[in-house]
């Protein structure tokens, strides 16, 4: 349908997992993306030649979110390539689980400064772009858009995941106090939380028939998510046919935020 046709997509921590389903069904809806990586450029690599090889146009930029230098460094880059951007998928992000007591200061420093910060950082520079160039009608009803990569965790409490989930709570009212203040620059704002999607970060979880047994309880719907099906909100997101969605988690889950454990009465 190419809804994104000549429109610019930063995707960060895209080489891998929900970042590179997202990078992909971008390209193929038309637009062009930077695929943005901290340390795998095998896998970034990857990616853009499966988008150039089905006639897509993608890069591939190195950055580590969390360092605002190397956060600007980026967007030179993006800009010397293709002059703007129009959507930002902060989508970079990681785990470092431990019990409550024995997390450390630097994997809750770790987590909060890629999950969180980074976002800010990513949403920062290209709210500032959006605000300088304003709506482009040939492309968009939107001056851009900014869609945060969020979890069901923004609302589920997870024990044993104390940083990784705080940092999604905080993605949530970081998401939605920058949606309140940029409408008025007609920049539209969301997150998209994911559920359990078979991705590597998560990949003890449903790799055997008995992990997804038991990961399916939590699942209504009875499904482990694909990247696929991230794309495919991130699409709608990015796109008019969402031109009035300004503001919330859309949550992708199969059901999981049901809290199924409830279903027979708790």
């Not at 869609?147 to 993605?171: F, T």
């Not at 694909?226 to 988690?249: F, N, P, R």
Request: charged share 20%; proline share 3%; hydrophobic share 40%.
């Amino acid at each position: 349908m190419q809804r994104l046709q000549n429109q610019v997509a930063l995707v960060t921590g895209a080489s891998s997992g929900i970042g590179s389903g997202v990078a992909k069904s971008l390209a193929a809806e038309g637009a062009k993306v930077v695929v943005n990586y901290a340390r795998s450029a095998k896998g970034a690599e990857a990616v853009v030649e499966e988008i150039t090889a089905q006639d897509g146009d993608a890069i591939a930029i190195q950055a580590d979110v969390s360092q605002e230098d190397q956060v600007l460094k980026m967007f030179e880059q993006m800009y010397d390539t293709y002059g703007t951007i129009d959507i930002l998928v902060n989508n970079a992000g990681l785990q470092k689980d431990s019990p409550f007591t024995e997390m450390s200061l630097e994997d809750w420093n770790t987590v909060i400064n890629i999950n969180l910060t980074g976002q800010f950082l990513c949403a920062r520079e290209a709210a500032k772009e959006f605000i300088r160039r304003g709506v482009v009608p040939q492309k968009s009803c939107s001056a851009g858009k900014i869609i945060c990569m969020s979890s069901v965790h923004e609302v589920i409490p997870w024990a044993g995941h104390c940083n990784y989930a705080a940092s999604k709570g905080g993605i949530m009212l970081l998401m939605k106090s920058m949606a309140q203040e940029l409408a008025p620059h007609k920049i539209r704002v969301n997150s998209i939380g994911p559920g359990a999607i078979k991705t590597p970060i998560n990949q003890s979880a449903w790799d055997t028939p008995d992990a997804e047994a038991s990961l399916l309880t939590l699942i209504p719907y009875n499904r482990v998510g694909e990247t696929v099906d991230i794309g495919k909100a991130a699409v709608w997101l990015a796109s008019d046919e969402s031109e009035y969605v300004h503001g919330i988690t859309l949550f992708v889950d199969g059901g999981m935020t049901l809290y199924p454990g409830f279903a027979t009465g708790g």
